[in-house]
């Protein structure tokens, strides 16, 4: 845990939206389809990030009593997040919007970020500590805040995939 702080700021430094739009970009993307709008890709690092922090606790609180400087409830924010993302293109595979490769290595770094996240919060408060619930309000809080652009985005691409389902049968 010596370098913590510095694996941290490295991960924050990768991973925030601007830093994933910059490494990812050159990887090849479908051309979007007409009419609809360019991926976001911080939508996609919102959706892993939030994905991530809900995945750990989760996690943690169906396995109390964790010891402290495992890497599992990380391991779990950074999982949930890679599932989440090759989940979403795999839908999108189906004709539901355009597939990336981009988009799901971008949600995986919101995962990544996640997992810094959690791992530096478990790193502050001992298990069972009053501290370690406040650690676990704050990061359920921030999920849900952060998947609110998430949603709408989300609910922008069901109305464009129901615009386009019926202009086909028309």
Not at 22 to 51: N, R, V
Not at 113 to 127: D, M, R
Not at 140 to 163: C, Q
């Amino acid at each position: 845990m010596k370098y913590l702080a510095a694996i941290i700021a490295a991960c924050a430094a990768l991973t925030s939206p601007a830093g994933a739009q910059a490494l990812f970009i050159g990887l090849p993307d479908k051309a979007p389809q007409t009419g609809t709008p360019p991926s976001f890709k911080y939508l996609h690092f919102l959706a892993g990030l939030a994905l991530g922090l809900s995945a750990a606790e989760l996690v943690q609180a169906a396995l109390p009593g964790q010891p402290q400087g495992t890497l599992l409830l990380p391991a779990s924010a950074f999982t949930a997040s890679a599932v989440g993302g090759v989940g979403k293109e795999l839908l999108d595979l189906t004709g539901f919007g355009d597939p990336a490769v981009s988009d799901a290595l971008v949600t995986m770094s919101g995962g990544l970020a996640a997992a810094a996240v959690v791992a530096w919060a478990q790193s502050l408060y001992p298990a069972g500590s009053a501290g370690r619930a406040n650690e676990a309000s704050f990061l359920v809080s921030s999920a849900a805040v952060l998947a609110i652009p998430v949603v709408i985005g989300f609910i922008g691409e069901v109305k464009r995939f129901i615009e386009r389902s019926r202009a086909r049968y028309e």
